[in-house]
C-alpha cells in the first residue's frame, strides 16, 4: 500500500546524555482559557472559516474544552484512521490515541499524558482542546463562545539538549565552556577566535530526498551576532566534556565549512541554511557528529541561547534544526512486514517487549546472554587470534544454533543467510535482518561479563527502512534509513533518544545478512 500522509509536526525533545529519561511534551496542561468563565456558543472557526463539526463542549471533571477529533485535524491537514478492534485512533503520520486511555504515543517512542482522556460523544472522538494546541501545534483561542484556531504554529524541529561546548583561542580568558548556558561562535571582544560543536540527534520518518529544506537555528543571548559564520562537520568522536582546545579543533574538517548567512527570524531568533548537511545525514553519506560552527568574515561574536540554563531544558529557546519535509510514496516491495511498536499498548517498561534479537525475529521475549551458547574464553581467544570479524561469526553461529533449537516455539521455518543488504528474498513470505558486533579486549582486560563485548540487530521493514528494538526503549526506525542504502552506513548504537544514543560507533564489524521466514504475522512469545 502506499499513502502519502501530511506528517504531524515533529516536536523532539531530548534527553540527558547521561540517562535522564526524557520530558514527554504532554496534552495537561491547564484549558486554552479558563472554561470556568467561558459559554461556549457551538462553534468552531478554522482559519477564519466556520467548521460544519459536533459542537464542543466542557468535560465535567476537568474544565477542559472537547473538541471533535476527526473534523479538527482533517480541516487542518491531518489524515485520521479509526482502527476499531482496537478503539484506536491514528493520526497522521506517527500518532496513536485509544479511547479512554490517559496516554498516546507519538512517533512510536513516546508515552505522553492526554488529561482527559479521548471520550466518544455520540459517535464522535472528542479530546482536550490544549492537544490541538500543543500536540498538533495549532493557534487556538476562545472568543465570544467560539473556538478559534489558526495557522500551524510549527514546522518539523530537532532539538539539542547539553549537546553542546564552546572553545576559544589560546590566548583568550578561558579555552572551553562547558556549562552549557550559551553557545558563543566568533571573534570576541579580545579578538580571539571562538567555536563551537552542537549536536542534534536525529529523528523523523522521511528519507533524503523528501527533505526540500533545514535551518539551524538558535535564540540570541545578547549582542548581535555576525551576519555569517562558517558552518561544517564534525569527523570524529567528541562529548560536552571534552576540554582541550587543540583536540577539539582537530575534530573538525576545514574542507566541509560553508561561510553561511545568518538571517533575522525575528523575536530573537536567527537561522542558517544547513540542508545539504542534514540531507548527507540522512543518506547516510556523512555521520551526524554535529555541527561546527566557526568564525566568518567580520569580526562580530555570536552568543546564543543554549536552552539549558537551569540544566533542564527549555524548549522555546534550545537550538534546533527545523526540517521542512513531506512523506512521499512508499512502496511495500522490501519484505513481509511493516514496522510494529514493541512493547504495545498499555505496557509501560520498554523491557517487556524484547531486545534487539527477539525484536528482529518477532518475538516478545528477550533473548539475552545467559539465553545462548557462548563463552568469554572463546570470544577472547578468537578476537586475539583472527579478529573482529571471526568473532561476528563466532557470534553468528551460536544465534544460529539457539533459533534452530527453538524455531518450532518462534514459529520460524527458514533462517538462512544471505550475501547482502538487498540480496533477493521472496517478499510475500521473507524479510531481512542484520547482525553487527562489538567487541574490545586486551590482554589485560579481555572481554568479560563487564563489558567489552556486544551484538545488536536491525530489521528491515517492507518499504526498506530499517528498525531495531533495544531492551531501555520502546521500537524504532532508524532515521533516514531507506531502500537502497546499506545499514551499516548508520550509528548502529543510535537510539530515538539522546541518552540511548552512544553515537560513538560501537558496532564496528561488517554485517551478516539473513532472510527470515516468519509462520505468523503476530509477534510470538517462545518462552511461555
Known sequence: MKNTLKIAPLVIALALIFGISAPAYASD??????????????????????????????????????VPLRAVSEAIGFELVWVEDDNKIVLGYGIELWIGSDHYIRDVTFYNAIKPAPELTGDRTFVPLDFIKNELEHEVNVSGGSILIGESTSPYIWVTHEGTATWFAGDAPYSHNGDNAIIQAGINENGADV????????????????????????????????????????????SPSTADRDMAAGLVNEDSFVLTDVIDKGDGWVSMDVTAIVKGWLSGDTKNRGFSLFPGDDEALGVFVSGTPDGELDFNTAPRIV?????????????????????????????DGGNCLSYAIRDIDGIFFEDLSYEFDDLNRIFFESGLEAVLEYTANFI?????????????????????????????????????VSAEATPEIPMSERGGYDFHLWAQLNDGRWAQKTPSV??????????GISPLKYYWDAGDIWFSERWQDWYKSGGIYYAVTKGTDEFTSHKQ
Open 29 to 66: 496542561a491547564a484549558p486554552a482559557a479558563d472554561s470556568a468563565d467561558i459559554i461556549l456558543n457551538g462553534e468552531i472557526i478554522i482559519n477564519g472559516e466556520r467548521l460544519d463539526a459536533p459542537a464542543p463542549y466542557i468535560h465535567g471533571d476537568t474544565g477542559a474544552i472537547m
Open 195 to 238: 567555536f563551537a560543536l552542537i549536536r542534534i540527534p536525529l529523528r523523523g520518518d522521511w528519507l533524503a530526498e523528501e527533505v526540500t529544506g533545514a535551518r539551524l537555528q538558535f535564540k540570541v543571548a545578547e549582542g548581535t551576532p555576525p551576519k555569517k559564520i562558517n558552518i561544517g562537520i564534525i569527523e570524529n568522536n567528541w
Open 323 to 351: 526540517v521542512d519535509a513531506q512523506i512521499g510514496e512508499r512502496p511495500n516491495s522490501y519484505g513481509r512486514f511493516g514496522f510494529t511498536k514493541q512493547p504495545g499498548q498499555g505496557v509501560e517498561n520498554p523491557i
Open 400 to 436: 544460529e544454533e539457539y533459533i534452530e533449537t527453538n524455531k518450532e516455539k518462534l514459529q520460524i521455518s527458514n533462517f538462512r543467510r544471505i550475501d547482502n543488504f538487498d540480496s533477493p528474498i521472496d517478499i510475500e513470505k521473507e524479510y531481512r535482518i542484520v547482525l553487527r
Open 474 to 483: 520502546f521500537s524504532s526506525i532508524i532515521p533516514g534509513s531507506g531502500p
